[in-house]
C-alpha cells in the first residue's frame, strides 16, 4: 500500500522531546512544592515576630543623639528587643526622601565608634544592627544587616572592611523588587 | 565568559547590585558614592555573587549559582531572614505610630487601638490608651489599658527568661527584668508628658501629675534595686 511507504512524521522524537519538556516541569514543580514545604515546616519566627517587642526609648533616643551629632540628615533609629534573646537590634533607617545623602568613610568610622561607644556607655545590649535604606519615595530598596560582634571588631581594627561585609546580610527579595521598579523606569 | 555583555537582563541584575543596591546612598557626595560603590562590590565578591577577571568592575559576572544559593542560604536561616527583613518592622512601626500620634492628639481611642493591632506585642500603645482614658476621666478603662501593658510586658520578660534558659535566681534575669519594666514605666512616663504639655488645662490634669509622680517613682525604685516588680529576680530574689 502506498500509505504504508509514505515517511511517517518523527513520532518518537517528539514524544521523546514532549516527555523532556514534561519531566523538567514536574521536576521544576517538585524542586518549588519541596523548598515550599520545607520552608512552611522548617522557617521560624519571621521579622514581626521577632521584634514585636515595644521599642527602647532610651537607647533610641541616644542613637538618634549620635546620628545628629554626626549631621547625618534623614537617617533615623530604633532599638527593640529581640524576642527570646536577652538582647536588642538597633535599626537604622536612612531615608533618602528625608534627604539622607550619606557619610563617606571617616563618618562612617566615626558614627561606627559612637554606637559601640553609646551601647557600651548606655548599657543598651545591642547585639544586632540593621540598615533599613529608602530611595527617593520613601520606600524600602534594601535590607542590610550584621551582628555587634562583627561591627566592633571592625571599628577596633581587629577586621578588614571586606571581613566585615563578608558578615553582613541583605535582603534579595527586595533587591529583585528594586530591579524591576528601576526596569520600568528605563536605562 | 562574559555572559553579562551578552544577556541585558544580566547586566541589569548586575546594575541591580551595583547601583540600586548601593550607589543611591551617597549620590550627592562624591567621596560617599565612591565609598557606597566599594562596598558594594566588596560585599558581592565576599558573598562570591559576582566572578571577576581583573580588579575592573566592567570585568566582573553575575555568578548566578551562587546568587540562588545566597538566596535560599538566607531564607533557610530563620535568624538571619528576620533581621534582613527589619525594613518591615519599621515600616508597621511609623504606620502604628502615625496612628497612634492622631489618636493621641485628638483624643481618639480608636485610632491607638488600631495601632495596637498592627504592633498587638507593643505596649507602648496600651500605656497611650491608658493616659488617654485618664484624662478622660474614666479610670476603670486606664486601669484596664495599663494591665494590658504590664501583661505584655511579663509576656516579653517570660518568653525571654525561657529561651535563653534563665532561672529567676540568675542575675541575668534580674537585668532583663530591670529593662523590660525601666521600658515599660519609661513609655507611660513619655505618654504622661506628652499629653500634660499638649493639655495644659484639662480637666484632669491632677490625675496625669499624680500618675507622672508615680511613675518616676516606680523607675528609681527600680534603678535603685528595691522592692519592685523584679524583687523576685536575681541572686536573692529567686
Known amino acids: 500500500m502506498s500509505e504504508e511507504t509514505q515517511p511517517q512524521p518523527r513520532r518518537g522524537c517528539w514524544h521523546v ?10 521536576l521544576i ?30 537607647a533610641t533616643a541616644r542613637l538618634n543623639q549620635e546620628l545628629a551629632n554626626h549631621g547625618l540628615t534623614g537617617a533615623s533609629a530604633l532599638v527593640i528587643p529581640i524576642k527570646g534573646q536577652n538582647g536588642q537590634i538597633a535599626i537604622f533607617t536612612l531615608d533618602e526622601s528625608q534627604g539622607f545623602q550619606g557619610s563617606g568613610q571617616a563618618g562612617l568610622d566615626a558614627f561606627t565608634r559612637s554606637l559601640l561607644t553609646a ?17 527617593p519615595d520613601g520606600e524600602n530598596l534594601f535590607t542590610v544587616a550584621t551582628d555587634q560582634a562583627t561591627l566592633e571588631a571592625y571599628a577596633n581594627g581587629q577586621i578588614t572592611r571586606q571581613e566585615m561585609l563578608a558578615n553582613t546580610d541583605a535582603n534579595l527579595s527586595n533587591l529583585l523588587a528594586a530591579f524591576d521598579i528601576y526596569q520600568e523606569g528605563g536605562q | 565568559m562574559n555572559t553579562a555583555t551578552q544577556l541585558p537582563s544580566l547586566k541589569r541584575i548586575a546594575i541591580v547590585l551595583f547601583l540600586v543596591l548601593l550607589t543611591p546612598l551617597l549620590t550627592a557626595c562624591e567621596e560617599g558614592s565612591d565609598l557606597f560603590f566599594d562596598m558594594a562590590f566588596e560585599w558581592a565578591q ?12 566592567e570585568d566582573c559576572d553575575l555568578n548566578w549559582a551562587a546568587l540562588g544559593g545566597y538566596w535560599l542560604g538566607v531564607g533557610s536561616d530563620a535568624g538571619v531572614q528576620a533581621m534582613v527583613d ?36 507593643d505596649w507602648s500603645y496600651d500605656q497611650q490608651i491608658s493616659v488617654l482614658h485618664l484624662s478622660q476621666g474614666d479610670i476603670q478603662e486606664s486601669s484596664a489599658a495599663q494591665l494590658d501593658a504590664e501583661a505584655k510586658a511579663q509576656n516579653h520578660l517570660d518568653a525571654t527568661l525561657k529561651e535563653e534558659g534563665l532561672g529567676s535566681g540568675d542575675p541575668q ?9 525601666f521600658n515599660l514605666y519609661k513609655h507611660r512616663e513619655e505618654a504622661l508628658i506628652a499629653l500634660i504639655d499638649q ?40
Open chain 1, 17 to 26: 522531546i514532549k516527555l523532556g519538556c514534561l519531566g523538567l516541569i514536574g
Open chain 1, 119 to 135: 551601647n557600651s556607655e548606655g548599657g543598651h545590649n545591642i547585639s544586632q544592627v540593621a540598615v533599613d535604606y529608602r530611595g
Open chain 2, 173 to 181: 534575669a534580674h537585668a532583663a527584668c530591670v529593662s523590660t519594666y
Open chain 2, 46 to 57: 565576599g558573598k562570591e555573587l559576582i566572578t571577576c577577571s581583573s580588579g575592573d568592575s
Open chain 2, 86 to 121: 527589619t525594613g518591615l518592622v519599621v515600616r508597621d512601626i511609623n504606620t502604628a505610630d502615625a496612628l497612634a500620634d492622631e489618636g493621641f492628639a485628638t483624643g481618639d481611642i480608636q485610632k491607638l487601638q488600631e495601632a495596637s493591632k498592627i504592633r498587638p506585642n
Open chain 1, 29 to 58: 514543580a517538585v524542586v518549588v512544592v519541596g523548598v515550599l514545604v520545607v520552608n512552611a515546616f522548617f522557617s521560624g519566627p519571621d521579622a514581626r515576630e521577632v521584634y514585636s517587642g515595644t521599642p527602647d526609648p532610651v
Open chain 2, 199 to 238: 493639655e495644659p488645662n484639662a480637666e484632669n490634669l491632677g490625675l496625669l501629675i499624680g500618675q507622672l509622680d508615680l511613675v518616676r517613682t516606680h523607675m528609681t525604685v527600680l534603678e535603685a534595686g528595691a522592692a519592685s516588680p523584679c524583687a523576685g529576680y536575681g541572686p536573692g530574689g529567686g
